[in-house]
Nanobody
Framework: QVHLLESGGGSVQAGGSLRLSCASS????????MAWFRQSPGKEHEGVAG???????TYAESVKGRFTISKDNAKNTLYLQMSNLDPEDTAMYYC?????????????????WGQGTQVTVSS
């Protein structure tokens, strides 16, 4: 049973930075994608960033150059470093995992989800 738990959310001024963490357990597949999605009221989940088993990263165009996804396999932890935050980044951020040779940021491809951590960016 895969369990994901996010942390690190909070409130920040526009232009500021936050780092999200996702602690995982039970993920043992040789081919997988770990990713961050986000959801704000009235919107569906949107893919933010992903990283596959070969450390290849994928980003949404809206966050490219501002966000960095990484993972520490020894600690079973996924990270999302967010810089130059904008109020449009305000959302509940979810950690997700799914099998696959590479990442495609579509929520239906992911089978395990964390409970989410709230990020609020004020202007």
């Amino acid at each position: 049973q895969v369990h994901l738990l996010e942390s690190g959310g909070g409130s920040v001024q526009a232009g500021g930075s936050l780092r999200l963490s996702c602690a995982s357990s039970g993920l043992t597949s040789d081919h997988y994608c770990m990713a961050w999605f986000r959801q704000s009221p009235g919107k569906e989940h949107e893919g933010v960033a992903g990283i596959d088993s070969d450390q290849v990263t994928t980003y949404a165009e809206s966050v490219k150059g501002r966000f960095t996804i990484s993972k520490d396999n020894a600690k079973n932890t996924l990270y999302l470093q967010m810089s130059n935050l904008d109020p449009e980044d305000t959302a509940m951020y979810y950690c997700a995992g799914g099998p696959g040779a590479y990442c495609v940021l579509l929520p239906q491809l992911f089978v395990q989800w964390g409970q989410g951590t709230q990020v609020t960016v004020s202007s």
